[in-house]
């Protein structure tokens, strides 16, 4: 055998030893469910999927891990042949972080004492019933809505900031509704429950109360005093209430002295009585009171005079007679 024909065997005996010893590879692809994530091999990084990787490696078992930061990663041990390995990964969801423990400030309640003119009355703090009034309690730090409510009187409101003991006293004013009594006398006193509520003038009196019941008085000189209950409605009352005057008694006599003594019958069939031009029917009666003209007409003669009459009193009137000298 010549020298060429060796140097060629030995040449064919290396590439069939080469061979015999080469490495088999496979594709391996991965896809990812959330990219981009590293595709780690056997410890070793292979590349990034995002979402999808594919290259050749060596065949054999390996650790294979995918890892997104943030997400838990997947770690699985799979085998590859010359075939190739198609693997669909799902990193699942993001790694929730608990939010740091904040040990909140300790909660200092203060003293808030809340006071009103009207006993038992409602007390809400942001809308919510608290109590009732004189209210005493305990409020942390913080801002309230203070509501008061109590029958007959408009709600009481009020902003509140508590950041230490504080005293509220509130005064409810009441609901009012008018009670219009009309034209009265003037000068005549309005009382409600024994209190003076003003006098009467020349225009219709009126007066704002609070609904209920009263016991209502008008008084004036020379009339009797009118009294009487009523009952005031929450939309206000009207009532037209009328004085009676107090009248003045009277009478008439003919004394004896100028009585004519040869007269026959009743002496007042001859005599007629005016009093303010009304003729009157007897010689004794009521008038009301104050400043009267009194006229008694007999035969050829009258007498005629103004007198003051005062309520409540009695007057007896005697008609004398008399002559005038003249020189």
Known sequence: MNRKSIALLALLAVVLVAGAFAQSRGTLTVTVSEGPAQ??????????????????????TY?????????????????????????????????????PTVTPPPVVNHNVTINANVANAEVYLNNVLAGRTPFTGQLPNGSYTLVIKAPGFLDYTQNLSVSGSMTVNATLQGITVPLNLGRLLPGAEIFLNGVSYGKAGNNPFTVQIAPGTYTLTIRLAGYMDLSMQITVGGGGTTLTPTLQPIMANYSFEIPESVLNPDMRGNPWSQIRL????????????????????????TGAFQIQMEFVFEAGKTYTFQPFAGLNVLQ
């Not at 930061?69 to 799979?78: A, C, D, R, T, V």
């Open 63 to 99: 650790e294979l891990i995918v890892r997104k930061s943030g997400l838990p990663e997947f770690k699985q041990m799979i085998s590859i042949s010359t075939a190739g390995l198609t693997l669909t990964v799902q990193l699942g969801s993001a790694a929730v972080t608990p939010p």
């Open 274 to 297: 005016f009093i303010d031009g009304v003729a009157q029917k007897d010689f004794k009666g009521q008038v009301q009171a104050g400043k009267r003209v009194i006229k008694m007409v």
């Open 39 to 60: 595709i780690i091999l056997g410890g070793r990084l292979l590349g990034v999927a995002n979402p999808r990787f594919s290259g050749l490696v060596n065949t054999g």
